[in-house]
């Protein structure tokens, strides 16, 4: 889905991204999806996808996308996510560095 590739790229303008996450022994977890598609797309069109991420709340985050053609919006959607131990895969905080970034480029934007 286009939403992860945009999720990533997102994630990618912090200190490393997902992978500085890894890094930290902490894997974020995809828990719930939505996508509402209001207009087709073909194989050849050229997409914007633009994400942002929203309500940090302890081991939970949220984003939200919208994916435009042209200048026009063609879906959105939403996805859920939770931070878990790379280990034992129990629930664990966003990283503050992480949630301190995002809220400041959210901010900005």
């Known amino acids: ?3 992860e590739v945009a999720r990533v790229d997102y994630l ?3 200190r490393g991204g997902y992978s500085s996450l890894r890094e930290d022994g902490v894997e974020a977890m995809t828990i719930e999806a939505h996508a509402r598609y209001l207009r087709p797309a073909y ?4 997409l914007t996808i633009h994400a942002r991420c929203v309500d940090i709340r302890g081991a939970r985050f949220r984003y939200e996308y919208a994916v435009e053609r042209g200048g026009e919006m063609i879906a959105d959607g939403w996805t ?3 931070c878990v131990d790379a280990v034992t895969h129990r629930p664990t905080r966003v990283p503050d560095w992480l949630v301190s970034e995002i809220r400041a480029a959210e901010r900005a934007a």
Do not use: K, P, T, V
């Open 1 to 3: 889905m286009w939403f």
């Open 12 to 14: 990618a303008r912090f």
């Open 43 to 46: 194989f050849d069109d050229r």
């Open 80 to 82: 859920g996510h939770a």
